[in-house]
T-cell receptor, first 113, second 115 residues
Framework: QKEVEQNSGPLSVPEGAIASLNCTYS??????FFWYRQYSGKSPELIMF????GDKEDGRFTAQLNKASQYVSLLIRDSQPSDSATYLC?????????????FGKGTHLIIQP | DAGVIQSPRHEVTEMGQEVTLRCKPI?????LFWYRQTMMRGLELLIY????????DSGMPEDRFSAKMPNASFSTLKIQPSEPRDSAVYFC?????????????FGPGTRLTVL
């Protein structure tokens, strides 16, 4: 049974600071990793994906992957109140994402104005 | 494009009744996924289809659950008979090719309450 673990939070961060969200996964063979954002009462939306060790940057967001440690993180720079949401880490179930994703339960992020 | 469409958005039913949830994927997408989200278990994959063919239904919790995709633009998830523990938000998602990093687009979800 593949598992994806996240701290449920809430994680409270002051506006303008860096928010750091973390995720660990159990299947060492996993190759694709995704971060979704979910506002309350809404559906998940993809922020970014990563599949190579190291960092991947997209605007204010940076995903970090360390396959040796089975660890994925998401950094949000210059955090805004609109970033307040639940962030879901997801792992592709095989060599890719073709057969669905295994999600963590999410971290609730609160950006304090 | 209108995105993934789900209906109904909310469903309240009584234990023992049949429930049918509906999904229209994004046109041209070959993969369709059904997920269920609860506070206790988070977001779980139930079943997914490729080109209308069910590929993996290992996440379907019990025989009470069934899913069909009669054509490329329509899928249903049926629960018969429904139980209170089936109360959850059910999401449908679709993706273009199911490749390694292909984006899954989620519908708005159906909030099911079984009394």
């Amino acid at each position: 049974q593949k598992e994806v673990e996240q701290n449920s939070g809430p994680l409270s961060v002051p506006e303008g600071a860096i928010a750091s969200l973390n995720c660990t996964y159990s299947d060492r063979g996993s190759q694709s990793f995704f971060w979704y954002r979910q506002y309350s009462g809404k559906s998940p939306e993809l922020i970014m994906f990563i599949y190579s060790n190291g960092d991947k940057e997209d605007g204010r967001f940076t995903a970090q992957l360390n396959k040796a440690s089975q660890y994925v993180s998401l950094l949000i720079r210059d955090s805004q109140p609109s970033d307040s949401a639940t962030y879901l880490c997801a792992v592709g179930n095989s060599g890719g994402g073709a057969d669905g994703l295994t999600f963590g339960k999410g971290t609730h992020l609160i950006i304090q104005p | 494009d209108a995105g993934v469409i789900q209906s109904p958005r909310h469903e309240v039913t009584e234990m023992g009744q049949e429930v049918t949830l509906r999904c229209k994927p994004i046109s041209g997408h070959d993969y369709l996924f059904w997920y269920r989200q609860t506070m206790m278990r988070g977001l779980e994959l139930l079943i997914y289809f490729n080109n209308n063919v069910p590929i993996d239904d290992s996440g379907m919790p019990e025989d009470r659950f069934s899913a069909k995709m009669p054509n490329a633009s329509f899928s249903t998830l049926k629960i018969q008979p429904s139980e209170p523990r089936d109360s959850a938000v059910y999401f449908c998602a679709s993706s273009l090719s199911g490749g390694t990093t292909d984006t899954q687009y989620f519908g708005p979800g159906t909030r099911l309450t079984v009394l």
